[in-house]
């Protein structure tokens, strides 16, 4: 008579379940994780599909800057970028290397126009857009993209591009305070849809004291853009205008902070003097002819440096021959003028 135990007839079971189970599995289709702005790497994770090494920077991203705040503190979180700024608000500039490559070596855009300086290539992030009317920024840290409108640029490009005018009208108040005297206004309004055109127009002016020593920046910002659609095409026109006046900060070595102390900078004023300079004009009279002592050697008959000039002829009322040594008067100078090292009197 056989004898069955019963934990070997659930483990029976149990096999036979699992296969039950491994019979009536299906295979799903492949399932993609998306996001927007902060729901997905707080709006810097983006899927890019370009064959590049390319970053992107969404809205959320941008809104949660400093009010004011410049590109360069945007593209600070980026791979391979490396930003810094002469203070916290960004209106004093900054500095960005990506990959080792300097911003003047790098090709800058909005809504696809460059903006690098047409000299130097060099870049200046505080005048450029306001951040509130910014929706994007891309980096792409290996080279310049062919199709992109740079000349000088060698080690990638950063490009922004506005926000488009709203379909619905309204505008938008923006007031910030904080330390160092820093106070800013920020105004924008949009026409909203008005046929087949619509339109907006902002204005910001900001102020802020230098953390260190005396001056301050001030800059007042227009930005402006328009959107007209025409059948299946669409024509899109931006305008900016920025008019800054910065005091800058100084980059000072550890002897010169030693001896100054740590806030030492700039003066905010160019140095006065207590009397202009040069001199202004004086009358003087007519020299008598020159002498040995005054006069120099030159190669060939000149003037004496104190002979007056002839306003008729052009030329010196005393001439001197260094051959000879000796000094006459032409015969046509009815009108003798100064010397020239003085101005002739009006």
Known sequence: MKTFHPHAIA????????????????TIDKITVTGEGDKLGAGLMVDEDAPKARSTVTKAVIDKQRPG????????????????????????????????????QMGFTINGAPVNDSGNFAVYPMEYTDSENLCEMFITQGATDTEAPHVGASGGNVGMN??????????????????LNFHRFFLRGDTGKLGDFKGFLSYSNS????????????????????????????F???LLYNRAVNN???SMNPGTLANLGY????AATPPQHAT??????TRTPTPAPPTSATRSTPSRTTCSPAAPMCRSTRKCAWMWSPTSGTATAPAACSRPRWPRAAAAPA
Not at 70 to 75: D, G, I, T
Not at 162 to 179: F, Y
Not at 276 to 281: D, R, T, V
């Open 248 to 250: 800058n900060i100084g």
């Open 276 to 281: 202009p300079w040069p001199a202004p004009p």
């Open 69 to 104: 705040s410049n590109p360069y503190q945007a593209l600070t979180y980026l791979p391979g970028v490396n930003a810094n700024s002469q203070d916290a608000t960004g209106l004093f500039g900054g500095n960005l290397r990506v990959r080792g490559f300097n911003s003047d």
């Open 236 to 238: 899109n026109a931006s």
């Open 207 to 234: 102020q802020v004291d230098k953390w260190k020593g005396s001056g301050k920046a001030d800059r007042n910002h227009i930005d402006a853009g328009a959107e007209y659609k025409l059948g299946n095409t669409t």
């Open 11 to 26: 483990l029976a079971l149990m096999a036979l379940t699992s296969v039950a189970q491994a019979q009536q599995s299906t």
């Open 263 to 266: 806030y030492a900078d700039f």
């Open 162 to 179: 506005t926000c488009a005018p709203k379909d619905k009208m309204g505008g938008r108040v923006a007031v910030s305070l904080g330390q």
